[in-house]
């Protein structure tokens, strides 16, 4: 990327002022990411509860699916713009890796370290009201790291260009 597009890419994402990416848009971009994160996420967590899965291999396959519907979803509508499916793919890794690794770090710690939250069960309060919360504080801690990310052209900064 030439300097001039460096350029054009910061200032068609600062706040009023030249502060830097607002927080309005960073909280929209990780809302996009916390969007897919939680899908996958609580899908894993629902197949993992519900067929009885150590809390490991559910706390794995919550991952796993967390990344693949996170970067479907970026995919989606980069795809929609055009670009072609291994264009769009990269533009999705580039784009949410480090967010959506964050949000999975950030919510499976808060679930796994509340007492009897794993083996609740999909009936109890306690399995969906940790997984609410750990979603909650994930969105908290990544919003910042999508600011400072899109504030450099990186993360969902480089979404930006095919919307």
């Known amino acids: 990327?030439?300097?001039?597009?460096?350029?054009?890419?910061?200032?068609?994402h600062a706040a009023p002022g030249g502060r830097g990416p607002s927080w309005r848009m960073a909280a929209q971009a990780t809302l996009h990411c916390l969007t897919g994160?939680?899908?996958?996420?609580?899908?894993?967590?629902?197949?993992?509860?519900?067929?009885?899965l150590h809390d490991a291999a559910t706390v794995a396959l919550s991952i796993a699916l967390a990344f693949v519907f996170g970067y479907a979803l970026t995919m989606r509508g980069v795809l929609r713009a055009g670009l072609a499916a291994r264009q769009a793919l990269k533009v999705a890794l580039a784009a949410d890796t480090v967010s959506?690794?964050?949000?999975?770090?950030?919510?499976?710690?808060?679930?796994?370290?509340?007492?009897?939250?794993?083996?609740?069960?999909?009936?109890?309060?306690?399995f969906w009201g940790s997984l609410a919360f750990s979603l909650a504080l994930a969105f908290l801690?990544?919003?910042?790291?999508?600011?400072?990310?899109?504030?450099?052209g990186k993360g969902h900064a480089v979404v930006h260009a095919y919307h």
Do not use: F, K, Y
Not at 1 to 12: A, L, P, R
């Open 100 to 126: 959506i690794a964050v949000m999975e770090l950030i919510d499976n710690t808060v679930v796994v370290s509340i007492p009897g939250a794993m083996d609740a069960g999909l009936s109890s309060a306690l």
């Open 1 to 12: 990327m030439d300097h001039s597009t460096h350029q054009h890419h910061h200032t068609g």
């Open 37 to 52: 994160c939680a899908i996958g996420e609580v899908l894993g967590m629902v197949i993992g509860t519900a067929t009885g």
């Open 141 to 152: 801690v990544t919003t910042p790291l999508n600011r400072w990310m899109i504030g450099r």
